[in-house]
């Protein structure tokens, strides 16, 4: 019997949508590339080819946006894309890499304790000790497995990474190689190879990245929603994707949709210290409140209503996921959640069955 994978690959999940661009797509494309520039962008940006096949967008936001990232990726230039934290960065990076490359699987997460071998390459020690230094005892990363196979390689919370460890990265960057003293060799980027870097510089626990290193990157700044109907569509399509694979199921009447809109409204107000109609003015909490948080609660709220519920999503499901993305630091958050929900919340028409949930959550 197979095993149904709980989050496939983009290129796996997506994989008609590729074929289908890929025989539609004329255009010149770079070494080693799947898809030209061109289909790209159209796999991010979603449309409907010639022979009919939709493509469904991936990135929802400025085209502009999307198609520097990919004319970066066909230069000898690396990509960072720099946003806060819910700015569909590592989404990007990974819709990037599948159709670039047709994989997306060569990946560095940053961490505060990512080593440098992480982004190098390690030893096999049993090899090494027994036969000393040589190429059978060498275990290459990701980043030189791109460099080797001419792929796209993401590196993941880039500023997460210690700042000493980030600069390993200056020579494959600027030299297209990576040296090994210890065998007295080096590896060279062969055509196709880049490399993709997300980053945020206002999180916790962020490493600045020096200025020789962010000299070797175009950046792309990833922004926030613009507007409510654009943050809707978004969260959206992702609680959509993610209710299907964990198959959870639609509520019958539609009421996810409404839903969805109040979560994003009290996420935006929050966001942005002032009511959608400009009236009142409200504190803002410590956390973000993005829209990856907002499909978070969603989805939560979906998974109660399917199976503690009559499978329709009610407020009573999204208090618990709410009330908890807001309230991160609960001497100060907990302040501002409560101020919010009597000034706003209760005082909206048609929104008291949310007041009474989330009273009832507390804190």
Not at 45 to 60: C, S
Not at 173 to 191: F, M, N, Y
Request: charged fraction near 25%.
């Amino acid at each position: 019997m197979g095993t149904t994978v709980l989050r496939p690959h983009a290129e796996q999940a997506y994989a008609a949508e590729l074929a289908a661009l890929e025989r539609a797509d004329d255009r010149p494309r770079p070494e080693r590339w799947r898809l030209s520039p061109w289909a790209v962008a159209a796999y991010l940006l979603g449309g409907r080819l010639p022979d009919g096949t939709g493509i469904t967008p991936k990135y929802v936001g400025p085209r502009r946006i999307v198609e520097t990232a990919v004319a970066t990726l066909a230069t000898d230039r690396a990509l960072l894309l720099l946003g806060v934290p819910g700015t569909a960065k590592t989404w990007l990076s990974e819709h990037l890499a599948a159709a670039v490359s047709g994989d997306s699987t060569l990946l560095v997460q940053g961490t505060a304790g990512t080593p440098e071998e992480s982004l190098r390459y390690g030893w096999n020690y049993a090899e090494l000790l027994a036969h000393g230094p040589r190429r059978e005892a060498l275990v290459p990363g990701p980043v030189l497995n791109a460099m080797a196979e001419g792929k796209l390689v993401r590196v993941e919370e880039l500023t997460r990474i210690p700042a000493d460890v980030q600069d390993s990265l200056i020579t494959v960057l600027s030299e297209k190689s990576l040296p090994i003293p210890e065998l007295g060799e080096e590896v060279q980027a062969v055509r196709g190879f880049n490399l993709i870097a997300t980053a945020n510089d206002r999180d916790r626990g962020v490493n600045e990245l020096s200025s020789a290193l962010r000299r070797r990157f175009n950046t792309v700044v990833l922004p926030l929603p613009a507007g409510v109907e654009e943050e809707v569509e978004i969260v959206s399509r992702r609680v959509a994707e993610l209710g299907r694979s964990l198959e959870l199921p639609t509520a019958p009447d539609g009421s996810s949709a409404a839903e969805i809109r109040r979560v994003v409204t009290v996420f935006r107000e929050l966001r942005e210290g002032v009511t959608a109609d400009g009236r009142t003015r409200v504190k803002s909490p410590s956390g973000t409140l993005s829209a990856a948080e907002a499909i978070s609660v969603v989805t939560g709220g979906l998974a109660l209503s399917a199976h503690f519920g009559d499978g329709v999503l009610r407020a009573a499901d999204l208090a618990p996921g709410l009330t908890g993305a807001v309230v991160r630091e609960e001497a100060v958050d907990g302040l501002v959640w409560q101020e919010y929900l009597e000034t706003v919340v209760r005082e909206r028409p048609g929104w008291q069955d949310l007041y009474r949930a989330c009273r009832e959550v507390g804190p």
